[in-house]
């Protein structure tokens, strides 16, 4: 199970931390990835870190603003989110793919979800 948390109310330019906390699975053997979902759009990814938290991937819309960082003995990854956009809100959520498959930005190749957390940035 993953449990993301953190989500809040923002203003344009400010910062927030999202966490994704594992359970119930071997959390050093997945990928992990955010994604996020907007009201009536498609969800859309975000970005994606490896096992070991060596590699990163980001979207075109997130490089420059968003960091992923993973603690391994706690089970938990993280999405930094800086100079946050008023087109950023969004619910964000957190997903899990085993290290043995590829590397993947489509969400249907993620096994494990989070609930999501609520991300609303205020002009």
């Known amino acids: 199970q993953l449990q993301a948390s953190g989500g809040g109310l923002v203003l344009a330019g400010g910062s927030l931390r999202l966490s994704c906390a594992a359970s119930?699975?071997?959390?050093?053997?997945?990928?992990m990835a955010w994604f996020r979902q907007a009201l009536g759009k498609e969800r859309e990814f975000v970005g994606r870190?490896?096992?070991?938290?060596?590699?990163?991937d980001y979207a075109d819309s997130a490089k420059g603003r968003f960091t992923i960082s993973r603690d391994n003995a706690k089970n938990t990854v993280y999405l930094q989110m800086d100079s946050l956009k008023p087109e950023d809100t969004a619910a964000y959520l957190c997903?899990?793919?085993?290290?043995?498959?590829?590397?993947?930005?489509?969400?249907?190749?993620?096994?494990?979800w989070g609930q999501g957390t609520l991300v609303t940035v205020s002009s």
């Open positions: 997903a899990a793919r085993h290290m043995y498959w590829s590397l993947s930005s489509d969400p249907y190749d993620y096994t494990y």
């Open positions: 119930g699975l071997t959390f050093s053997s997945y990928r």
């Open positions: 870190i490896n096992w070991s938290g060596g590699s990163t």
